[in-house]
């Protein structure tokens, strides 16, 4: 009965015994892997110039190592997820089971979707770029009045936010690809930070904002990231920071070196992120409900997006909130 | 005298646009719909500078600048990519190519495009 239900599941199932020999094998799991002749009571290495246990092997290794969903790829497009969970009794490991999830057809559709939103976002483009183009050939005209200026600049920036929302797709969309190419150059990061200050001068004059920039450790050295990349995620943090300030609030960036890494971190006062909602912040299309409310237009994409370049760069990114107070984000870069 | 551009594009709206800029700006403007016009006034009319988009109708915009960069008269004119693809590997083919910038069009403003054409035909090499 329990060997019937063994080899009837849809995922593959090997077990290992102490000494990492295949104690059990189910049906599936052989099939996946395309072996057909007696493994068992044999050590996985010894099948490791098979083709397609050959990934597993490297994944694995002869011990058998621990692992949570990991992807590999068997080729021929076959993608599995790969989970070993190791059996102990009073502390020493009697056994490893190790399970293969075929997620082929997911990633077929994650794939697809990926080219849909790539295509119709770079569709958009075009009409896009016409509008803005239009609306800026009236504004040099110099022909219309105040108030007309007013409505096809209101119309102009409605196009900008438009094709930040595009932008930020596209980015979602190499992320998730796992090809968001990162060029890394040495940089001085103070200048890369004072360029975007400059960028949001004008907003923060708007809003009134009292601004200052500190350099807290004496000499700064140059850090190895991709600018383009790194330039993206100050400026999320920032255009948030302006974005979510009251008139006349505050914003504070400084840089500090710490233990070999590059802290950044942005203060504001400004209305701050709810106290149940912290989670889940960095999730992909997510809003605060208090900032839906303040700004009913936005992407929620310039966080995870911000997360996903940061930790590509081996740094950590995090804040610290209190609702109503303001929000501090902190992100390090490692120097290596 | 008055500097010469040559766009090449094949969005009506989006052509119209750029040649009004550049005209309002003192430049003289010669359009091309694709390719293979692009290439003939390219000869014909020697422009200081082209821009140029990437998807056409028939020969693509990458074929248009592999063929100014092999044509001993053109070879100079200085091209700037005007697309709107955008992934770092069309921007790299199309530098490696030879051209001297790429701009993405939708996130360019007409001023900024402007200044970038000035900034490479007025500045000192």
Redesign the interface.
């Known amino acids: 009965m329990f060997e019937k239900i063994f080899d009837n599941l849809k995922d593959g199932l090997i077990v290992f015994d102490k000494e990492n020999k295949v104690s059990l094998i189910n049906k599936s799991a052989k099939e996946i892997l395309g072996v057909k002749e007696k493994i068992l009571g044999k050590s996985i290495e010894e099948f490791s110039n098979f083709p397609k246990i050959q990934n597993l092997f490297f994944l694995l290794g002869k011990e058998i190592k621990e692992v949570f969903r990991k992807e590999i790829e068997l080729g021929e497009g076959l993608v599995l997820e790969v989970t070993s969970i190791p059996i102990f009794e009073e502390g020493k490991k009697i056994a490893s089971v190790v399970v293969l999830h075929d997620i082929t057809r997911e990633k077929t559709i994650e794939r697809l979707k990926s080219e849909f939103v790539s295509v119709s976002a ?1 569709q958009l ?2 009409p ?3 509008i ?3 609306l ?2 009236l504004l ?1 005209g110099g022909k219309l009045n105040e108030y007309q200026q007013t409505i096809v600049k209101k119309a102009f920036s409605s196009a900008e936010r438009m ?1 930040t929302i ?2 930020d797709l ?1 980015n979602v969309v ?1 992320i998730e690809e796992g090809r968001y ?1 990162y ?1 890394k150059t040495p940089i001085n990061f103070e200048d890369l930070v004072k360029s975007k200050i400059e960028f949001f001068e004008e907003k923060i004059k708007e809003k009134q904002i009292q601004f200052e920039f500190r350099i807290l450790s004496k000499k700064l050295p140059k850090v190895k990231v991709d600018p383009e990349k790194i330039g993206l995620v100050i400026e999320n943090l920032l255009d948030n920071a302006i974005r979510y300030n009251l008139i006349g609030g505050t914003i504070t960036i400084s840089l500090d070196l710490k233990d070999n890494e590059i802290e950044f971190s942005i203060k504001d006062s400004g209305i701050g992120i709810p106290e149940n909602e912290k989670s889940n912040i960095f999730q992909k299309f997510f809003r605060a409900s208090n900032a839906i409310k303040k700004e009913p237009e936005g992407s929620g994409l310039g966080l995870f997006v911000a997360k996903n370049i940061v930790e590509a760069h081996g740094g950590k990114i995090w804040f610290e909130s209190e609702e109503g107070r303001g929000t501090t984000f902190y992100f390090t870069i490692p120097i290596k | 005298m008055k500097k010469k551009v040559l766009i090449i594009e094949d ?1 009506n ?2 052509r119209f ?2 040649a ?2 550049l005209k ?1 700006e003192g430049f003289e403007v010669i359009e091309a719909f694709d390719g293979e016009e692009g290439m003939e006034k390219a000869k014909k009319e020697k422009p200081d500078l082209i821009l140029l988009d990437l998807l056409l109708p028939g020969i693509s915009g990458y074929e248009v600048l592999t063929r100014i960069k092999k044509d001993p008269e053109l070879e100079m004119i200085p091209v700037l990519i005007l697309s ?5 590997e069309e921007i790299e083919r199309g530098l490696k190519l030879g051209a001297i910038d790429y701009l ?4 360019f ?3 900024e495009i402007v200044d970038r054409i000035k900034k490479i035909l007025y500045s000192p090499k």
């Open positions: 770079h483009r075009t896009l770029a016409s803005k183009w239009s800026e050939t040099r094709l595009v932008n596209l190499k190419v060029r | 969005e709206d989006l646009f750029i009004r800029a309002e709107n693809l955008g992934q770092q993405i069009k939708a996130n403003t007409l001023d």
